[in-house]
């Protein structure tokens, strides 16, 4: 399974690439254990004005829990972070977002394709009541796929076939020109290891 990690504001941990490693390690604690990791990425604010810019990664995690208890986990740590939920894409300590779970489609194929295809505007001020799987927005966005492209590039969407691959190669150039990856060492933490 991938998770998304991302964050624009300072935590307990420190700045955002501190709250990554701090999240990872957390994540790693409570089963989610962590077996690759990307590159830390710099990335612009989304939607644009929402606050500085993002420091955003994957990771591919193994677990024996499933997709619900997963995403519990993912909400109990973004609020010991100091994630508070107030404004839907503002400003944020720390985001986990579940890519997927294998080839798992959830809740059902409908629902799914219902989510993917909800106009930008909706999208603002809409949030699924429930867990969609792959996340409705995955073949959309730079900063999740440019990572996630690093440590996961044959995984294939299964409402699509399209590989991690193809959808960051569809993306506009535009669009991801100014996602960068980070200088490792601006990403260590005393003690803890580089991203």
Do not use: Y
């Not at 997709?67 to 993912?74: C, F, G, M, R, S």
């Not at 944020?92 to 977002?97: A, F, G, S, V």
Request: glycine share 8%; aromatic share 6%; charged share 20%.
């Amino acid at each position: 399974m991938a998770i998304a990690l991302g964050g624009n504001a300072a935590s307990v941990a420190g700045g955002p690439a501190a709250t990554l490693l701090a999240a990872l390690a957390e994540l790693a604690g409570l089963g989610l254990v962590p077996v690759a990791v990307s590159r830390f990425f710099r990335t612009p604010a989304f939607p644009p004005g929402a606050g500085a810019d993002f420091v955003n990664a994957a990771a591919l995690v193994r677990s024996a829990a499933d997709p619900e208890t997963i995403l519990a986990i993912l909400h109990r740590v973004e609020a010991g972070f100091g994630r508070e939920r107030l404004r839907r894409w503002g400003a944020r300590t720390l985001d986990l977002d579940l890519l997927f779970c294998d080839d798992i489609i959830a809740p059902d194929a409908a629902t799914l394709a219902r989510w993917t295809a909800l106009a930008p505007a909706r999208q603002q001020r809409e949030a699924p009541d429930r867990l969609i799987l792959p996340h409705p927005r995955l073949q959309d966005r730079g900063f999740v796929l440019i990572p996630l492209a690093e440590i996961a590039p044959a995984w294939r969407h299964p409402a699509t076939g399209l590989s991690v691959r193809a959808m960051c190669d569809a993306l506009d150039p535009a669009e991801t020109a100014d996602i960068r990856p980070i200088d490792p060492e601006s990403v260590l933490v005393k003690g803890a290891p580089s991203a």
